[in-house]
């Protein structure tokens, strides 16, 4: 069977499951689970599969709601990833019931392709994406060894084929004061909160010295107990976002100076830790997302060309596509004013637009599939990839 051929037996594929994927993405959207947490999306997802003749291996990489779901056997082993954690208050804000649906729908789909040219099609769980690391913690524990292409596709309010991520280090301060009575002896006391704002103060003056495409923000996470009490204890977290690990390394020590300097002039005393999660910077195969932008567009989206002017973000894909040659596309379910992380997107993720954003996915990334299982193509990607 030709190629083409293949690819419009994979979209008949998808749309033969659109009921079912849509109830699947509508049954995580509503019913939110924050990272590591994701026990009923997790097992719903790794269900449809196990229903669908995938071999499933539950709680892979020491991670509970992580799984591993494979088709076929060999290689080339192509690696379809799920996203399905939520944000705190806002629920799927950023569309992950969409992401793990559709790499569902699109494994399922690429089972006449492994049947037709052999190798194997893997449906990757990975839990925990927003800002726990769970990809990170799955490529130490060696669950992508033998993975020869990673692809997940994002929703957001364009169609792009290779988006930039920042690579990004979180950390954790705290300052120790000395309480005192903030109006009958102010002079006796030590206050932490002056601390945490100095800093805050610091790093708004850094931000104006740093590179355009990096990113420095926070919140403060204990602030004091009572107005009349001068606050000993202060806590907050912070982001630091580079677009290379050099340049976050340089930043990380000039983010830490300006806590450091506060501490020195406030006198409370300064604790931190850098997270040992740092999320790498995006390695995008060219070859793959050539591939991967033909076939969305010919299901009649426009691709656009990646531009920065309209949002770097972070992803613990990046760190998968240092060890697999990988793509993280996204596709367009929302109008362009819609701001992802926001209950808006929240409600495009069950929208209308949403569900097409959905299936068309599925259908791109199997698509994808029978053009990476075609003779020579996983040597040039593998080529590319070795080629740094």
């Known amino acids: 069977m030709d190629v083409e051929r293949l690819k419009l037996?994979?979209?008949?594929?998808?749309?033969s499951q659109r009921q079912q994927l849509i109830q699947l993405s509508l049954n995580i959207h509503d019913n939110p689970e924050l990272g590591f947490k994701e026990e009923e999306a997790s097992a719903w997802l790794a269900s449809y599969l196990?229903?669908?003749?995938?071999?499933?291996?539950?709680?892979?990489?020491?991670?509970?709601?992580?799984?591993?779901?494979?088709?076929?056997?060999?290689?080339?082993?192509?690696?379809?990833?799920?996203?399905?954690?939520?944000?705190?208050?806002?629920?799927?804000?950023?569309?992950h019931n969409i992401i793990g649906v559709s790499a569902v729908g699109a494994g399922v789909a690429s089972k006449?392709?492994?049947?037709?040219?052999?190798?194997?099609?893997?449906?990757?769980?990975?839990?925990?994406?927003?800002?726990?690391?769970?990809?990170?913690?799955?490529?130490?524990?060696?669950?992508?060894?033998?993975i020869d292409v990673a692809m997940i596709v994002h929703p957001d309010t364009r169609n792009i084929s290779t988006e930039?991520?920042?690579?990004?280090?979180?950390?954790?301060v705290e300052f120790f004061g000395r309480p005192a009575h903030a109006a009958g002896q102010p002079h006796k006391g030590i206050n932490?909160?002056?601390?945490?704002?100095?800093?805050?103060?610091?790093?708004?003056?850094?931000?104006q010295h740093i590179r355009g495409d990096a990113r420095i923000h926070g919140?403060?996470?204990?602030?004091?107990?009572?107005?009349?009490?001068?606050p000993a204890h202060s806590a907050a977290l912070f982001l630091v976002r580079a677009l290379d690990n050099d340049y976050l390394s340089e930043l990380k020590d000039r983010v830490l100076n300006c806590f450091t300097?506060?501490?020195?002039?406030?006198?409370?005393?300064?604790?931190?830790?850098?997270?040992?999660?740092?999320?790498?910077?995006?390695?995008?195969?060219?070859?793959?997302?050539?591939?991967?932008?033909?076939?969305?567009?010919?299901?009649?989206?426009?691709?656009?060309?990646?531009?920065?002017?309209?949002?770097?973000?972070?992803?613990?894909?990046?760190?998968?596509?240092?060890?697999?040659?990988?793509?993280h596309p996204t596709i367009a379910i929302a109008p362009r004013e819609v701001?992802?992380?926001?209950?808006?997107?929240?409600?495009?993720?069950?929208?209308e637009a949403g569900h097409n954003g959905l299936i068309d996915a599925a259908k791109a990334m199997a698509m994808t599939v029978a053009d990476i299982l075609q003779p020579g193509t996983i040597d040039q990607i593998r080529q590319e990839f070795r080629r740094g």
């Not at 037996?9 to 998808?14: N, R």
């Not at 989206?301 to 998968?320: C, H, K, Q, W, Y």
């Open 9 to 15: 037996k994979t979209e008949d594929s998808v749309e």
């Open 50 to 95: 196990e229903d669908n003749a995938f071999h499933v291996e539950r709680g892979i990489a020491g991670l509970p709601t992580a799984f591993r779901a494979t088709y076929g056997q060999g290689s080339p082993r192509v690696g379809l990833l799920a996203e399905y954690d939520a944000l705190p208050k806002i629920g799927h804000g950023c569309g």
């Open 112 to 146: 006449h392709i492994i049947d037709q040219l052999g190798g194997s099609v893997v449906v990757l769980g990975t839990p925990g994406e927003e800002g726990l690391g769970g990809k990170i913690e799955m490529v130490k524990a060696g669950a992508f060894n033998g």
């Open 164 to 172: 930039e991520a920042l690579a990004c280090s979180s950390l954790e």
């Open 192 to 207: 932490a909160l002056d601390a945490i704002i100095l800093a805050f103060t610091s790093i708004n003056s850094l931000r």
């Open 219 to 230: 919140i403060i996470t204990d602030g004091g107990e009572a107005p009349n009490i001068v």
């Open 261 to 327: 300097g506060a501490s020195v002039a406030t006198g409370a005393r300064l604790e931190y830790k850098w997270r040992d999660r740092t999320y790498a910077p995006m390695k995008n195969n060219m070859t793959l997302a050539a591939l991967f932008k033909q076939n969305l567009e010919s299901l009649g989206r426009e691709v656009e060309a990646f531009d920065p002017r309209f949002g770097l973000g972070s992803t613990d894909m990046g760190n998968v596509s240092q060890v697999a040659p990988s793509i």
């Open 339 to 351: 701001l992802i992380h926001t209950p808006e997107f929240a409600a495009a993720a069950a929208s």
